[in-house]
């Protein structure tokens, strides 16, 4: 795998420095990352956040990522609680000033114009001494945009909007004269931004397109771009991830890392993880949430195997359908060498209780990690 501490933004950007697995924290911001009542969950409270991001700076992870949310998944309740989340460009420059990591924000396509966006986002890099990152979703949940009046565009075209988003934001972080920009979705007069961010060429962008479409996108556009692990044969995880790399290289001349989505329940025994994971997602697990989700995607059960629907929602459940981290610190240290192996470079990790989690992790997975060579000291 390529490094990358040649890389300009290594200078002052975590996530390019030179470990072999790269870490984040997911969804500090909100209410974790899981659709469970289960009473360790997160409530969106800043103070909590602030704990969470320096207990992750212990741990050393390398980004700290929140997620974007409006309202909630449940229809018939607006005010359902997995709509709590604090806003992800405040709360990115905020949580800038208490960690080293690098700091995200999520930005949803149709919520913010790009020449807002761009002015947060140089902002935000200023404040974090160029350690801002930008997350970037094309658009997807149409309750919400509805909020917004933005109508719910097809995949190919919020892929389509996204692509002139993104263009003129990086006109506007690195081009000193106005320039005027004519597209299908945004019009431009003499436009500009200043402050510049400072790293250059611009902060990285991260994106989590999974179609073809999505993919092609994020091999154009994004420097971390996420897959979903399906498997865990190595050479199952190598040939997705290489022919991620392959795309980018051939068809768009760049390089990108490769990112996955993880849960983690630890426990000192795989019996003890088992049933701290059954806990919050069987005892606890937020059904409404679930179903007002899946009528979202118009997930429905006649078009799946009744093992394989009931398989998807468990997982949906305990971590949004991320690649399981359950088990022993031996365990959870050997599946990382193998997405490692597999040319993962980057995990972004949720638990249910963010505190438990992430002090057992720094007794237990970072020691391991740090011997497997999969991360410095």
């Not at 309740?77 to 995200?104: I, N």
């Amino acid at each position: 795998m390529k490094s990358w501490k040649d890389d300009p933004r290594a200078d002052t950007n975590p996530v390019f420095n030179d470990n072999a697995l790269k870490l984040g924290v997911f969804a500090l911001n909100g209410i974790g990352n899981n659709m469970s009542n289960a009473p360790e969950n997160l409530d969106a409270k800043w103070d909590d956040s602030v704990f969470l991001s320096k207990l992750s700076e212990e741990a050393g992870f390398e980004a700290n990522v929140p997620y974007s949310r409006w309202r909630g998944y449940v229809d018939a309740d607006p005010g359902h609680r997995s709509g709590l989340a604090l806003d992800s460009y405040t709360w990115a420059a905020a949580t800038s000033q208490v960690t080293s990591a690098a700091v995200f924000a999520t930005s949803h396509v149709p919520t913010i114009h790009p020449i807002a966006a761009a002015k947060q986002c140089a902002t935000i890099d200023q404040i974090s001494g160029g350690r801002f990152g930008l997350n970037v979703v094309a658009g997807w949940n149409k309750t919400e945009l509805d909020m917004f009046g933005a109508a719910m565009k097809d995949h190919h075209d919020r892929y389509a909007q996204a692509a002139e988003w993104i263009e003129i934001l990086r006109a506007l972080w690195s081009r000193d004269e106005a320039f005027d920009y004519e597209g299908e979705y945004y019009t431009v007069k003499k436009g500009i931004s200043m402050p510049k961010p400072i790293q250059r060429p611009f902060p990285p962008i991260m994106n989590a397109g999974g179609s073809d479409r999505g993919r092609a996108f994020a091999a154009k556009y994004s420097d971390m771009a996420f897959v979903i692990v399906k498997s865990d044969d190595v050479d199952e995880i190598r040939r997705e991830t290489d022919a991620y790399r392959k795309l980018a290289r051939e068809e768009y001349g760049r390089d990108l890392q490769v990112w996955t989505l993880s849960y983690v329940v630890q426990g000192d025994t795989e019996q003890d993880a088992r049933d701290k994971l059954n806990y919050y997602v069987v005892e606890h697990g937020d059904d409404r949430a679930l179903d007002g989700f899946m009528n979202m995607h118009s997930m429905h059960s006649q078009l799946m195997p009744p093992d394989v629907m009931d398989a998807m929602k468990f997982r949906l459940k305990a971590g949004h359908g991320g690649y399981e981290l359950v088990g022993t610190a031996d365990k959870i240290t050997s599946q990382l060498d193998k997405l490692s192996k597999g040319g993962i470079d980057g995990v972004l990790l949720s638990w249910f209780s963010y505190e438990d989690g992430i002090k057992s992790w720094i007794k237990d997975v970072k020691p391991q990690l740090e011997q497997a060579g999969l991360r410095s000291t």
